[in-house]
């Protein structure tokens, strides 16, 4: 998110104070766009004494092929559950060991952030208060990922954005935000 306010800024803040209590915002786009700094801005900033929980799809993914899985697991497990009052959790994958780590509950009476690609997912995206895509010109967001994840991601970029465009020429995501933004920094 850009330091200066802008409307689009504070559009974003406007929803950020009308969600509900145990509201769920879903932020969206592609890899590098700035997902990760938007939903640690909204979660250091935050109003209130409510503070949200952050879920990272980075974090549930299972593997570079799991864009698709990772969004199934997003809904069945935690904004589905979550959605009926009942209990809501993920599980983590552990990268290191390439297989599915341990799970985590999330209590159902807070805000929720869900920050990733494919967050706005079809299934998705009618669980959530607020939903924001985000987006960045593909060399500037290309540049930023590799900058943060180096030569691992490098290896699998390719094989990430043509599993991403799938997704997005499936589910539309963009057309579901509440609110749309560019992300402006250069790299």
């Known amino acids: 998110m850009d330091d200066q306010p802008t409307d689009v800024t504070a559009t974003l803040w406007s929803a950020v104070r009308a969600l509900p209590d145990a509201g769920v915002m879903l932020i969206d786009g592609p890899s590098g766009a700035g997902k990760s700094t938007l939903a640690d801005q909204l979660l250091a900033q935050w ?19 799991g864009l698709d899985a990772g969004i199934l697991h997003l809904n069945r497990f935690l904004l589905h559950p979550r959605s009926l009052g009942a209990e809501a959790a993920w599980q983590r994958f552990d990268w290191s060991k390439e297989a599915p780590g341990e799970w985590t509950t999330v209590e159902g009476t807070r805000p929720l952030i869900v920050e990733g690609c494919g967050a706005m997912a079809a299934a998705n995206a009618p669980l959530a208060q607020v939903r924001v895509w985000i987006d960045a ?4 967001r290309k540049q930023r990922a590799l900058d943060r994840d180096g030569e691992v991601f490098r290896a699998h970029w390719d094989e990430w954005d043509s599993e991403w465009a799938e997704y997005v020429n499936r589910d539309r995501p963009a057309r579901r935000a509440t609110i749309r933004f560019s992300s402006t920094e250069k790299a």
């Open 47 to 65: 109003p209130g004494s409510r503070r949200p929980t952050l879920v990272r799809l980075d974090d549930i993914y299972p593997g570079w092929a």
């Open 137 to 140: 010109d593909d060399r500037v």
